[in-house]
């Protein structure tokens, strides 16, 4: 069965640490992997996708498949990146079909 | 990316009731979800809105208590039936332009019922 998991329902850090969320998922077909994310009082908003290979407010994910990973990283946390993070799993070849992770929230104290 | 727009943002319901939410996009999109997140849980798809046909459920997920409908490309109603005190969720709509586009989300209604 397909299923996504983040290991770390709650995370906290300092500014100016690095920061890794962690994604792990079970899926027998062609992965896409996304990262989502959602602020206080925002809507949940797409961070990145692993087939871009972008790097959005210095976050990067690379695609394991290996270890079935998708770990979210950023060097230098900021304050701002305190928010709601979820790990999903794309399946049928693409976006149609996304299985959440329970999400990991991030807190970065000043 | 599409702007997406949920109707009502949050309702208090009776047990038993029904409630209708709309979800509207301001582009045409090809494909259009509905999620339910439950309380201290994750996403879980209910439903893919098809235009113009039947909406295809996800297991554990039926249509007479999720009818789902709609009529164009830009708009979807999912209908939350005879609800209770378990239907306190947040009920998201999502939305994909097209191609290999990623699903945008709309603000979320949260419906509680008493």
């Known amino acids: 069965a397909q299923r996504v998991t983040q290991p770390e329902k709650l995370l906290s850090v300092f500014k100016g640490a690095p920061v890794e969320l962690k994604c792990n998922y079970s899926?027998?077909?062609?992965?896409?992997l996304f990262w989502y994310v959602q602020y206080s009082r925002q809507r949940l908003q797409l961070l990145l996708r692993h087939i871009s290979r972008e790097s959005i407010k210095g976050f990067t994910a690379d695609l394991n498949k290996g270890e079935t990973s998708f770990h979210l990283k950023k060097p230098f946390a900021q304050e701002e990146d305190s928010a709601m993070y979820y790990c999903a799993l794309g399946l049928q070849g693409g976006s149609e079909k996304l299985v959440f992770g329970k999400g990991t929230k991030l807190t970065v104290n000043p | 990316s599409a702007v997406i727009s949920q109707k009502p943002s949050r309702d208090i319901c009776q047990r038993g009731t029904s409630l209708t939410i709309q979800c509207q996009v301001d582009?045409?999109?090809?494909?259009m979800f509905w999620y339910r997140q439950q309380p201290g849980q994750s996403l879980t798809l209910i439903a893919t809105a098809n235009q113009g046909s039947e909406a295809t459920y996800e297991s554990g997920f039926v249509i007479d208590k999720f009818p789902i409908s709609r009529p164009n490309l830009t708009f979807s109603t999912l209908t939350v039936s005879n609800m209770s005190p378990e239907d306190s969720s947040i009920y998201l709509c999502?939305?994909?332009?097209?191609?290999?586009?990623?699903?945008?989300f709309g603000d979320g209604t949260r419906l509680s019922i008493l």
């Open positions: 999502s939305a994909v332009t097209g191609g290999n586009q990623p699903q945008h």
């Open positions: 582009s045409q999109v090809t494909m």
């Open positions: 899926y027998s077909g062609s992965p896409e």
